[in-house]
């Protein structure tokens, strides 16, 4: 009777984790392709954890907050306490490649200024300027910024951004919300490199946000439409269950 037990227990382990399995969470998903970093932002406080096991774990300054996400939990930020989530690396800088960056964010009030959802130092930067959200690139260190804008969001609501550069006949940049038409520009070269403070909430510990942000991905590569409409997942987002080592 135990062993009966067992194995009717197992099979309902077993059938319940087919259930909950979604085909984007799989290994052979093509999203794990060109993951340099992942963070799904749900600590409590300190670190937060790199998912893709690159160790691109984000440390805390001032006491990043946490909040009910997109998906389970995510990260909060008061403008006035100058939180922020950074890490020195050159890992994520675009640099001579491709990248694509996709997050979900909740802007709770405008603080004035230019709030900065997540950047690169001044290589480039996705931020609201008081009327629209825009993204800023630098193809050289040495050019002025290139600027591509989307429409404006509505506060106290998830948007999803989804963001980054590519190449083609020459160098695209590209910035779309909430899944939405890509506005892009054209320019020659590719974002200058380095190791300056990749951040989450801040731009070189300024222009600071104000709200919750949840899940964010960083790509050496441009994903396809089809991948940022799985991420966006009809406005739900998507949760990757890649444990941090």
């Not at 989530?85 to 800088?93: F, N």
């Not at 630098?138 to 591509?148: G, I, L, Y």
């Not at 038409?181 to 510990?205: D, H, P, Q, V």
């Amino acid at each position: 009777m135990r062993i009966a037990f067992t194995l009717v227990l197992s099979s309902l382990c077993c059938f319940g984790q087919i259930l909950t399995r979604s085909p984007i969470l799989e290994s052979t998903s093509s999203l794990r392709n060109g993951l340099v970093g992942y963070w799904r932002l749900e600590e409590a406080s300190g670190t937060r954890y790199d998912c893709s096991k690159n160790g691109n774990h984000l440390t805390s300054n001032n006491s990043v907050g946490q909040g009910t996400g997109i998906q389970q939990n995510c990260s909060t930020f008061n403008s006035a306490s100058s939180q922020r989530l950074s890490l020195t690396t050159t890992q994520l800088g675009g640099g001579s490649s491709d990248f694509t960056v996709c997050g979900w964010f909740f802007m709770t009030t405008y603080p004035g200024g230019s709030p900065v959802m997540i950047s690169k130092s001044t290589k480039w930067y996705a931020y609201f300027n008081g009327s629209a959200l825009q993204m800023n690139f630098r193809p050289t260190a040495t050019t002025p910024f290139c600027n591509v804008t989307v429409a404006s969001p509505l506060t106290n609501a998830w948007h999803f951004i989804a963001c980054g550069m590519y190449t083609t006949a020459t160098t695209n940049a590209f910035f779309s919300i909430d899944n939405g038409t890509k506005s892009t520009t054209t320019f020659s070269g590719y974002t200058s490199t380095g190791s300056a403070s990749f951040e989450i909430g801040s731009l070189t510990a300024a222009n600071f946000f104000t709200g919750s942000i949840d899940e964010c991905g960083y790509w050496n590569r441009k994903l396809t439409d089809t991948e940022i409409t799985q991420l966006y997942n009809s406005g739900l987002g998507t949760h990757f269950p890649w444990a941090h080592p």
